[in-house]
């Protein structure tokens, strides 16, 4: 049985808005490897656009990186000398403006850096400098089950509060940011049939039960799937025009390991026997419709990151010859908020027409 802790593990969405709200207390987000943790400063800074986003990694610091001391009125007559410590510029406390201060790989930090950086974390204050009123301080870490060095004492952790972060599934992670940041639809379409690449290794007593996904029972596994992985092995897809087939390979198998990289492989050659943009664009009643349902999503997916007004007539056409579930995926994904291409689609006549005649569709949302 699951728990507490594993039962209310937040999504980074979650974390987020948490850290936002968390005033003078500071919270450490722990989470599996590769999972996005990083990227909670840059999506906190456009919603936050009065704060200056600091960053602070914890893993290449020593004691000294944090302050140095500054000897001032140092004179023949030492009675009014006395030392005051200058703060490390990442750190952000010298800007007197509201920051976004992440404090990254803190259980990875040696114990002088974790133990420097307390003060600063509980009480806003670091040498002889106070953090601005309005600023936010969070931090981020490893789970320690994964083996990778994380650890944090006793003192430490009473000072936090520490928060698990889960894994996004394989459907939150397409809509919440794979989409928007241009991941090539032959990766989107993978990961749609293959939700098991978003486990967890803590759901897996045995390591060969899942060989997609890093797993501390199995150190010889140099590389495996996380969303940061997907990512760097979408940018070999997106150039394997350029590439043999073997190269192609060997950059996947180096990126994401040789189980995932074979069976992405199967995608990569069903999606280029996909109908060109141009082909859709000039001909929508004539290109070619994929008979497979993994090839009609990468056609929807791409389509997804790809449209703008100019073709919008004609991609309506050749989604009509399209099965009703493709149409809907299409539908339902424009309709998320964070869709950056949303006013594109929803300001088009023919889009608006198959919303009124396919209403039925949306009458969960209406719930």
């Known amino acids: 049985m699951a728990n ?33 943790k990083s990227s909670m400063l840059k999506a906190m800074a456009l919603e936050m656009p009065t704060h200056t986003p600091c960053y602070f990694d ?20 030492t009675e009014d000398a006395f030392v005051r ?5 990442e750190l952000g406390v010298h800007l007197n403006k509201p920051i976004i201060l992440m ?8 114990p002088a850096v974790k133990n420097a950086l307390l003060r600063l974390m509980l009480e806003r204050k670091i040498g002889s400098r106070t953090l601005h009123s309005d600023s936010i301080v969070f931090a981020t870490t490893n789970l320690g089950s994964e083996g990778v060095g994380d650890l944090l004492p006793a003192h430490a952790r009473n000072r936090l509060t520490i928060v698990k972060t889960r894994k996004p599934t394989n459907v939150e992670w397409i809509e919440d940011f794979a989409l928007n940041a241009g991941i090539d639809h032959t990766m989107l379409a993978w990961v749609t049939d293959n939700p098991q690449v978003f486990h967890s290794f803590e759901d897996y007593k045995e390591p060969d039960a899942n060989k997609f996904i890093y797993h501390p029972g199995d150190p010889s596994r140099a590389s495996f799937v996380t969303p940061r992985s997907l990512e760097k092995a979408s940018n070999w897809l997106k150039v394997r025009g350029k590439l043999t087939d073997k190269s192609l390979m060997a950059a996947l198998i180096g990126t994401i390991g040789t189980e995932a990289a074979a069976n992405l492989n199967t995608y990569v050659r069903v999606a280029d026997q996909l109908p060109s943009l141009d082909a859709i664009k000039k001909d929508p009643m004539g290109a070619q419709v ?40 299409f539908a339902m994904q424009v309709r998320r908020p964070n869709y950056n291409k949303q006013v594109e689609v929803v300001t088009n006549k023919k889009f608006t027409a198959w919303c009124m005649a396919n209403n039925y569709v949306f009458a969960a949302d209406k719930k």
């Open 103 to 110: 404090i990254d790989e803190y259980g990875k930090a040696n």
């Open 290 to 329: 994929p008979t497979s349902a993994s090839a009609v999503c990468m056609v929807v997916h791409r389509t997804l990151q790809t449209i703008d007004k100019s073709w919008m007539d004609a991609w309506m056409e050749y989604m009509s010859r399209l099965d009703k579930e493709a149409q809907t995926m």
């Open 85 to 89: 410590y200058v703060t490390n510029e």
């Open 58 to 77: 914890c893993t290449t610091k020593d004691l000294g990186d944090i302050t140095i001391p500054n000897v001032v009125n140092l004179t023949a007559d």
């Open 4 to 36: 507490a802790t594993e039962l209310y593990a937040l999504n980074l969405n979650e974390a987020q808005t948490l850290i936002r709200y968390s005033g003078d207390t500071t919270v450490l987000m722990q989470g599996h490897m590769g999972t996005g």
